[in-house]
């Protein structure tokens, strides 16, 4: 076994209007701190930073769609002081129940910072944490929530984007979260001969992984630039992308009408 070069990343949705953000990141504070330690995270800068480069400052952020509960996709909650967070219920309640077992079950914790939760809570009490049960369509105008229980975690949530808006849609995009790490998981390294490979970390059913990633390879008519995979270090060369001087990837996926160009 090596070692992998895995990106995080978070994605930005903007137009209609709106402001969206698909996870949020993690946050090189508090306890995230010591997730960054333990998973050997370089290069970490703030969101400030990072999305001043795509010209878009935290403030700006309306809403976050988080697809579940681990360090690198929820540890920013504290960092977009004005968005409203959405994620699957059960995911939030499953972590809680998994906190108040014994110490000897700390291994289901691996990903997940409780710190984060204690956040979580907080902005459920504040009104700016919804908790979605099951798949929601038009959660804003061509977004759809699909929910994937019991695979990489109780309740991860896949997010579908008609970026046509229409119902009937011929121009989808799928952001995986971790249901997919890479593209490796469609394939299995082999595109003319294709197996599925579940992601290394399940906290849940393997088998239903795999099944989830049948579904979301029909969502996207089975067309891999389609599907956005937060761990894949190959989107750079699939889509339009540069390095940042703090030497950070930005991919533009698509751009939206009116919209500039923030890659070339
Ligand atoms: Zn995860």
Redesign the pocket.
């Known amino acids: 076994m090596g070692n992998e070069k895995l990106p995080y990343c978070y994605t930005l949705l903007r137009g209609n209007g709106q402001t969206i953000l698909l996870d949020c990141g993690l946050n090189n504070a508090s306890h995230g701190k010591e997730f960054v330690e333990r998973f050997n995270v370089q290069n970490w800068f703030p969101p400030r930073e990072v999305l001043a480069e795509v010209g878009c400052t935290p403030e700006e952020i309306d809403h976050v769609i988080l697809t579940?509960a681990?360090f690198d996709?929820m540890g920013g909650l504290e960092l977009f002081p004005k968005a409203t967070f959405y994620i699957q219920q059960q995911e939030l309640v499953s972590w809680v129940s998994i906190m108040a077992l014994h110490r000897r079950f700390r291994w289901l914790l691996t990903?997940t910072d409780t710190g984060d939760m204690l956040q979580a809570v907080q902005l459920a009490r504040e009104g700016r944490m919804r908790g979605l049960d099951g798949d929601v369509d038009n959660l804003f105008p061509g977004i759809d929530l699909r929910v994937a229980r019991d695979t990489?975690t109780a309740a991860s949530q896949y997010i579908v984007i008609r970026n046509d808006g229409k119902a009937q849609s011929d121009d989808v995009f799928v952001y995986t979260g971790?249901l997919l790490y890479r593209h490796d998981n469609m394939h299995g390294g082999n595109p003319n001969d294709p197996v599925y490979v579940p992601v290394g970390l399940a906290f849940g059913s393997q088998t239903n992984l795999v099944f989830a990633t049948h579904e979301i390879m029909k969502t996207a008519g089975f067309d891999i630039r389609r599907i956005l995979t937060p761990h894949e270090p190959a989107m750079t060369n699939i889509y339009p992308s540069r390095t940042t001087e703090n030497g950070h990837y930005i991919v533009e996926v698509a751009l939206g009408e009116g919209q500039k160009s923030v890659v070339n």
């Open positions: 579940h681990h996709h990903a990489h971790d």
